[in-house]
């Protein structure tokens, strides 16, 4: 079966309209996810309760069952929610147009932002994806192989090369800028500065 029969539609595909009870509802599960994250980024997968994430928002425990299953399900739900995010974000880099090398800065500028916008997801993300459900797990990894693909394609237009060098390229570069949250403290604009600096080096190192 091919990932595109396998895998569950992402949630930018179809948009039902907003209602004020399903805005507040993805407000608090967009509030609890950050506050999962946060501690799961501190004490680890394992070391979370869900009465502990709900504690941290204000909510009961059993009141949690309303928003997930279980706190193996929230886990699910937070990382291919991130994964989502980087994939959908990319395409929109792409789609904006322009020079191969403006949509590569773009694209470079879209991932740092993330990273230091939601260090505490890249976080979990990096130690715990083998915590997932399998089908969440082949949800994640498609997303990421479609992600870095993209960026291929446009490192190959920008400075042609074979692709597998420019996928070593692009791993290598996600590598780097993934490991910014175990950064020293630095300020959120100076990191960006340097990351992208460096991002951009490594991507054309030896051409």
Known sequence: MSESESAPASSS???APATPRSQAKAARRAEILAAAARLMASSGFTGVRLEDIGAAVGISGPA???HFSSKSDLLDQMLVDISERLHDGGEEAIA???TDEQVLRRLID???DVLVGK???ITVQDRDLHSVSEQARHRVRSLQRRYVERWVDV???EDPQPRVQARVRVHAVFGLLNSSPRLPDYPDEATRELLTAMAWA???ADR
């Open 13 to 15: 595909d179809s948009v």
């Open 64 to 66: 949690m069952y309303r």
């Open 96 to 98: 904006a147009g322009g």
């Open 110 to 112: 879209f991932h740092i």
């Open 119 to 121: 260090p505490d997801l």
């Open 155 to 157: 490192l190959v237009a």
């Open 202 to 204: 490594a991507l054309h």
